[in-house]
């Protein structure tokens, strides 16, 4: 069933934000219903009209521009648009595997108009996308996510390099293993040698996906003025060269791990 636009604008806001909803006579909040929207991304529409739910999924026949760092265009085309909980908002085609073609991260402002929807984040980079037909539009609760369950090697990495900090240098000290954000928990927050926060993802292979999920934790971290400045450390078994350059040019450490070596089990084809 596809939702009927509102004939007024809409303003959709990122999980930073509380709003409060007015009605449409512009007479304040109804009688009665004096309360705030739900933290997570939700629809400002008036409190009588609309069942408040966080994650949305549209598939429409849209064109996208964002204007920001650059500019880049995508043509007429049917595709399936996301608007998280988190306040992100994703543009997905049927192909390209699972990344999407154009996004916009939190924290952001999405204003929704009949026709276009107008997605700003704080830098005022824009992403406009313009809706010629909408196929389906709906929304659902996800709930809490229990997280992604690690396999063996992985967990045993991330307890190995918590006993052996040393392989990330002299004089660091462990804070807590699986630091929860909210958005999921870091395997490793520590001190270094100078008292600054560590961040550290450990991944069994290390791949541009693993960087990413860094740097959104590196990004609530640093918000923490008790945390702040928080570095980063992407250590894995095996880094992909596409994975290394992304984390260098933002700032992180990429850490090889010899996982037979940090358990103590000597290579038969060496020899000393």
């Not at 007024?8 to 509380?18: A, E, F, K, L, N």
């Not at 909408?134 to 809490?144: E, F, I, M, Q, Y």
């Not at 894995?236 to 996982?259: F, H, K, M, N, W």
Request: hydrophobic fraction near 40%; charged fraction near 25%; charge should be negative.
């Amino acid at each position: 069933m596809v939702a009927a636009a509102p004939e007024t604008g809409r303003t959709i806001h990122s999980p930073s934000d509380q709003l409060s909803v007015r009605s449409e006579s512009g007479s304040g909040l109804e009688a009665g219903a004096g309360r705030r929207i739900r933290r997570g991304l939700t629809h400002a529409y008036p409190i009588h009209q609309v069942e408040l739910l966080p994650v949305r999924l549209v598939i429409a026949r849209c064109s996208v521009d964002y204007v920001g760092r650059l500019t880049a265009h995508l043509p007429s085309a049917l595709r399936l648009l996301i608007v998280k909980a988190d306040g992100s908002v994703l543009v997905h085609s049927d192909g390209g595997s699972y990344k999407p073609l154009n996004w916009m991260s939190p924290p952001c402002k999405l204003t929704e108009e009949p026709g276009r929807w107008t997605v700003v984040n704080k830098a005022g980079e824009t992403l406009a996308i313009t809706i010629e037909e909408v196929v389906s539009d709906v929304c659902a609760d996800l709930g809490v996510d229990p997280g992604l369950k690690k396999d063996g090697v992985e967990a045993h990495l991330q307890e190995l390099l918590a006993v052996q900090l040393q392989l990330l240098g002299n004089g660091w000290r462990l804070i807590r293993r699986e630091y929860p954000t909210p958005i999921g928990p870091v395997d490793l927050m520590c001190r270094n040698d100078d008292g600054e926060s560590v961040a550290v993802e450990i991944k069994r292979r290390g791949e541009i996906d693993g960087v990413e999920q860094l740097t959104r934790y590196l990004e609530l971290l640093n918000r923490d003025p008790l945390l702040a400045p928080v570095h980063g450390i992407f250590a894995a078994q095996e880094i992909r060269p596409q994975a290394r350059v992304l984390a260098e040019d933002r700032g992180i450490r990429c850490v090889t791990l010899d996982y037979d070596a940090m358990r103590g089990i000597e290579r038969e084809d060496t020899l000393f």
